[in-house]
């Protein structure tokens, strides 16, 4: 019987070294990219040069680059409970603080913890030195809307009455309207949606100079 011919020791040890090589190191290109199949290897892309005579990159005779334009950001903070909500984006400021926290149930009567809260937004107008104030009411969609245009009305009114003292200032114009049950900001399916909607908000443009 024939033996099957063997490779040297060494060669067999080369080969077998190889290979696990090999092996390994496209084993551990897949798990670094899974991306990547394995066996392919990623090449970096060539940079592209540009020709900056080349008359596709030049606008035509006459035309001009539009104005650059700041992207408007909005910035979000509420309390915990959800009684006042802060909105900045770079063009405004509002404030909606919870019927609630300002007035009794079914009632423009302002409450005991309801000039503190005014006091504070009207002192941010002052830092923001904004001269066109905003103050809207809105309530939720119980009761007849009739009703809820007046009741929101009614606290408008009551708020633009402390922020208009504490403002003291004649320069500073006001726009007051009560929207009733409509514009609502939560689903009124819910008591703890209609609480969110039963609101006043206070609104100024940032940074007037």
């Given amino acids: 019987m024939n033996a099957t011919p063997r490779l040297p020791l ?39 040069e540009l020709d900056a005579n080349d008359p596709d990159l030049k606008l035509p005779e006459g035309a001009t680059l539009a104005e650059p334009k700041v992207l408007d950001i909005k910035q979000v903070v509420e309390d915990q409970g959800g009684e006042e909500r802060r909105e900045d984006t770079n063009a405004d400021v509002k404030f909606a603080l919870q019927a609630e926290v300002l007035f009794p149930r079914d009632s423009a009567k302002l409450g005991a913890e309801a000039k503190a809260r005014i006091e504070a937004i009207a002192q941010e107008i002052k830092t923001q030195n904004a001269t066109r104030i905003r103050v809207f009411g809105f309530t939720d969609n119980l009761g007849s809307s009739a009703h ?31 929207y009733g049950e409509d514009y609502p900001i939560a689903s009124n399916a819910s008591e703890e949606g209609r609480k969110k909607n039963r609101r006043v908000e206070v609104s100024f443009p940032r940074g007037e100079s």
């Fill in 10 to 48: 060494t060669l067999a040890t080369a080969t077998l070294l190889l290979t696990t090589t090999l092996y390994t190191a496209t084993t551990a290109h897949a798990d670094d990219d899974p991306s990547v199949p394995p066996g392919t290897e990623a090449t970096a892309a060539a940079p592209v």
């Fill in 148 to 178: 809820g245009d007046v009741l929101s009305r009614q606290r408008a009114n009551a708020v633009h009455d402390i922020l208009d003292t504490e403002l003291n200032d004649p320069g500073v114009t006001f726009e007051v309207r009560g």
